[in-house]
T-cell receptor, first 114, second 112 residues
Framework: AQSVTQPDIHITVSEGASLELRCNYS??????LFWYVQSPGQGLQLLLK??????LVQGIKGFEAEFKRSQSSFNLRKPSVHWSDAAEYFC????????????FGTGTSLTVIP | NAGVTQTPKFRVLKTGQSMTLLCAQD?????MYWYRQDPGMGLRLIHY???????AKGEVPDGYNVSRLKKQNFLLGLESAAPSQTSVYFC???????????FGPGTRLTVT
């Protein structure tokens, strides 16, 4: 069965520091992978996606993620965090069967301190 | 272009009451989804639809029913609300052969 694990429930970083949020997935075939961001009281916004090709993908707001098949990972990174990046981050995998089902991780809450 | 909209934004129900949540999208997307979001649980798929007139169960379908009579609308019904259904509900839509989901702003439901 498909599943997504985000091992870090909460992360605190200083503004200007680098960030890496971890995501591991379980899926039998080539996965479609996503990172979403959710600000308080808001819906989810797509940061970036991986379907195939280059394993390093660029997204919005200066985020990037690297797909590593051998580690079943799709970690999200940002070289310099801004206070406005404080939010909840969700990793998701898209299953390739009919209906385009998606499976989400439990999320990582990011706090940015001055 | 409003994207994905959800009605209502907030609702309080008593146990046993019924209600319907409406999701509407104006992007002509084929697929539509209903999720619930609970603290520490991420988003869990309730039901989804691959086209007008078709629906299917997701991970947590019990206690919910859905209908997709029009391509642009996806309704989520609670026939007899229970406190365990207190949650934030999100609707999303996806174009055909795409995996990019567009989310609505959510509906916060409290069942007392």
């Amino acid at each position: 069965a498909q599943s997504v694990t985000q091992p870090d429930i909460h992360i605190t970083v200083s503004e200007g520091a680098s960030l890496e949020l971890r995501c591991n997935y379980s899926y039998g075939a080539t996965p479609y992978l996503f990172w979403y961001v959710q600000s308080p009281g808001q819906g989810l916004q797509l940061l970036l996606k991986y379907f195939s090709g280059d394993t390093l993908v660029q997204g919005i707001k200066g985020f990037e993620a690297e797909f590593k098949r051998s580690q079943s990972s799709f970690n999200l990174r940002k070289p310099s965090v801004h206070w406005s990046d404080a939010a909840e981050y969700f990793c998701a995998v898209g299953a390739g069967n009919t209906g385009n089902q998606f499976y989400f991780g439990t999320g990582t809450s990011l706090t940015v301190i001055p | 272009n409003a994207g994905v909209t959800q009605t209502p934004k907030f609702r309080v129900l008593k146990t046993g009451q019924s209600m319907t949540l409406l999701c509407a999208q104006d992007m002509n997307h084929e697929y539509m989804y209903w999720y619930r979001q609970d603290p520490g649980m991420g988003l869990r798929l309730i039901h989804y639809s691959v086209g007008e007139g078709t629906t299917a169960k997701g991970e947590v379908p019990d206690g919910y029913n859905v209908s997709r009579l029009k391509k642009q609308n996806f309704l989520l019904g609670l026939e007899s609300a229970a406190p365990s259904q207190t949650s934030v509900y999100f609707c999303a839509s996806t174009p055909h052969l795409s995996y990019e989901q567009y989310f609505g702003p959510g509906t916060r439901l409290t069942v007392t």
